[in-house]
């Protein structure tokens, strides 16, 4: 085991690095799952840039609703970036070895761009309600200052609540392993090395947990509530059906989103040494979201069809005519 210990008393020692081991238990054959991985990850930067784009320039989409998905887009981005580039240069490089510092940062990016979909959700789920609740009042409720002021708290709420999280793993004595069985510095991988209690840790990731998360997901739950009593008051089958028709795409990604927090959350309490699965979803939790949720709106809106039609197809076929 390679590891790098400071000071002379060995109550003392302090490792100055980590060595990220990767999937438990599949060390000799996981640089294969480099591929699918990579795919994944370009796949997400380029439909998240092309939903950008197409919201920037088509004037039909400049709405609340298509700003939410902008903001959602860099965050996606955002948590892709902060993990792939390691794990595709240990696949590649075996690049095995971070930092003290750059594993704290990587824990403190994870914890806030996790944090931050999960606002966004909330202010999406909030956007549905007025548009469908209170249809003649969303033009002067969901205006461009409140979207402004929403991403602010939502950066600044996130942004601090965090910062505790590598702080207090960074006082944590780490005296003799430095292995870390996953492909990312996640705060309950690293700070599971501490030769001393880790317990302040644990408590106050839990507190931040249902403080962010669960909060967010209590507010979501209730908005869907009260749209669904809302709709089922309508006296038309086929206005209720197109009410609903708005949400289908952000139910399905709050629902992948916090199916796999909880999941990946109670497997490690369950089993607190590493194993794959969770290792495994933990992982895939950070690059199919941003993958997956441009291409599902894509698929269920309308109008954001129409938008990539309307710049891409009418561009390619004028560079074609052109030519």
């Not at 003649?136 to 609540?161: C, D, Q």
Request: aromatic share 10%.
């Amino acid at each position: 085991m390679s590891v790098s210990l400071k000071g002379s008393n060995c109550s003392k020692f302090q490792v100055s690095e980590f060595i990220l081991m990767g999937f438990p238990g599949i060390h000799s054959w996981q640089h294969w799952l480099s591929i699918p991985l990579a795919i994944l990850y370009l796949s997400a930067i380029g439909a998240n840039i092309l939903v950008l784009i197409t919201i920037c320039q088509d004037p039909a989409l400049q709405q609340p609703m298509y700003y939410f998905l902008s903001i959602l887009s860099v965050v996606d981005m955002g948590l892709a970036t902060t993990i792939m580039p390691k794990i595709l240069a240990i696949f590649w490089f075996d690049a095995k070895v971070i930092s003290l510092p750059e594993c704290f940062a990587q824990i403190y990016a994870i914890h806030c761009f996790v944090g931050m979909e999960s606002g966004i959700f909330l202010c999406m789920a909030f956007d549905r309600y007025v548009a469908i609740c209170h249809p003649l009042r969303y033009p002067s409720i969901v205006t461009n200052a409140l979207i402004l002021k929403a991403t602010v708290f939502m950066v600044l709420r996130n942004g601090l609540l965090v910062i505790p999280v590598p702080v207090l793993a960074a006082q944590r004595n780490y005296c003799s392993k430095n292995e870390i069985e996953h492909f990312l510095c996640s705060n309950h991988g690293v700070t599971s090395l501490a030769c001393d209690d880790r317990r302040p840790n644990s408590i106050f990731q839990l507190i931040l947990a249902w403080l962010i998360m669960g909060s967010d997901l209590g507010l979501i739950i209730l908005t869907y509530i009260l749209i669904l009593r809302s709709v089922l008051r309508l006296n038309s089958a086929e206005a209720a059906s197109k009410a609903l028709g708005t949400c289908s795409s952000h139910l399905i990604l709050i629902l992948f989103f916090y199916t796999i927090v909880v999941v990946t959350t109670v497997m490690h309490l369950a089993e607190p040494k590493a194993s794959l699965i969770p290792v495994l979803l933990n992982v895939l939790h950070s690059i199919i979201p941003p993958s997956l949720n441009p291409i599902v709106y894509a698929l269920r809106t309308k109008e954001l069809r129409e938008g990539f039609q309307r710049n891409f197809c009418w561009r390619l076929g004028k560079n074609t005519s052109l030519q």
